[in-house]
C-alpha cells in the first residue's frame, strides 16, 4: 500500500513564524505535490516536484517554499505565516509514467491555524 | 488558464437512489480525468479515472462518463449507501506534458438511511 504521510494533522502558528510542513512517501514516486484546500475553492496546487532538487510553481505560490533534497520527502516552507494561510494543507506523490499520468496518492492532511 | 467547474456542490439522496456529478473542463488537450472521494478528516483518495480515448468506464457500483466534444465529464453512484457520504471531487489533467491535475471545487453528497 502506497503511504503519504505529513507531519502533523493540526498546528497552530502565529502571524510571523516559519512554518515546516514535512510529508513523507515509502512509494519511491519521482512527483511529489502541494496542495491547500479550502471551502468552495477544491484543491489549489502550491508546488510540485518532479525530482530531488527539482521544483516548479503551482498555481498559487505566493508566501510559499518548497524544498526537496531527498526522493521522499518534500517539505512546504511558509516564510512568514499570515492569517490567509490558514487552510487545510494536503500532500500528494505520484508516480512518473512516459506520456501517461499516474495516480495521486494523498496523505492525511495539515490543518494550519494561523493567528 | 485550464479550469474545471463542478456541480452540484452539495447532493443529498436517499439510501437506494442514484447520484450523479457532473464536471466540465477548458483546455481540450486534456486526457485523463480522475474522481477522488474524501471521507472525513482524511486525504482524498482515488476512486476511478477515465482516459480520453473511451467514453465510460464502470466499477461495481460506481461508473464515469466522458464527452469529449462537450468537455464535460460525470460520476454516477447507483444504489447509494450512507458509507458513500463523503465530499468528491473531479479533476482535470492541465496538459498533455504535465502531470499537474486542476480539481473542481467539489461535491458534498449525502446518503440519508
Known amino acids: 500500500d502506497v503511504k503519504v504521510t505529513q507531519s502533523s494533522r493540526y498546528l497552530v502558528k502565529r502571524t510571523g513564524e516559519k512554518v515546516f510542513l514535512e510529508c513523507v512517501q515509502d512509494m519511491d514516486h519521482e512527483n511529489m505535490f502541494w496542495y491547500r484546500q479550502d471551502p468552495g475553492l477544491g484543491l489549489r496546487l502550491i508546488y510540485f516536484s518532479y525530482d530531488v532538487k527539482m521544483k516548479e510553481k503551482g498555481d498559487i505560490p505566493e508566501g510559499y517554499s518548497v524544498s526537496r533534497e531527498k526522493k521522499e520527502r518534500f517539505s512546504l516552507i511558509l516564510e512568514s505565516a499570515s492569517t490567509n494561510q490558514t487552510s487545510m494543507y494536503l500532500c500528494?506523490?505520484?508516480?512518473?509514467?512516459?506520456?501517461?499520468?499516474?495516480?495521486?496518492?494523498f496523505g492525511p492532511g495539515t490543518r494550519l491555524t494561523v493567528l | 488558464g485550464e479550469n474545471v467547474e463542478q456541480h452540484p456542490s452539495t447532493l443529498s439522496v436517499q439510501e437506494g437512489d442514484s447520484a450523479v456529478i457532473k464536471c466540465t473542463y477548458s483546455d481540450s488537450a486534456s486526457n485523463y480525468f480522475p474522481w477522488y472521494k474524501q471521507e472525513l478528516g482524511k486525504g482524498p483518495q482515488l476512486i476511478i479515472d477515465?482516459?480520453?480515448?473511451?467514453g465510460e468506464k464502470k466499477d461495481q457500483r460506481i461508473a464515469v462518463t466522458l464527452n469529449k466534444t462537450a468537455k464535460h465529464f460525470s460520476l454516477h453512484i447507483t444504489e447509494t449507501q450512507p458509507e458513500d457520504s463523503a465530499v468528491y471531487f473531479c479533476a482535470a489533467r492541465a496538459s498533455q506534458n504535465t502531470d499537474k491535475l486542476i480539481f473542481g471545487t467539489g461535491t458534498r453528497l449525502q446518503v440519508f438511511p
Open positions: 477515465i482516459r480520453s480515448n473511451v
Open positions: 500528494a506523490s505520484s508516480l512518473w509514467s512516459v506520456g501517461s499520468t499516474d495516480t495521486q496518492y
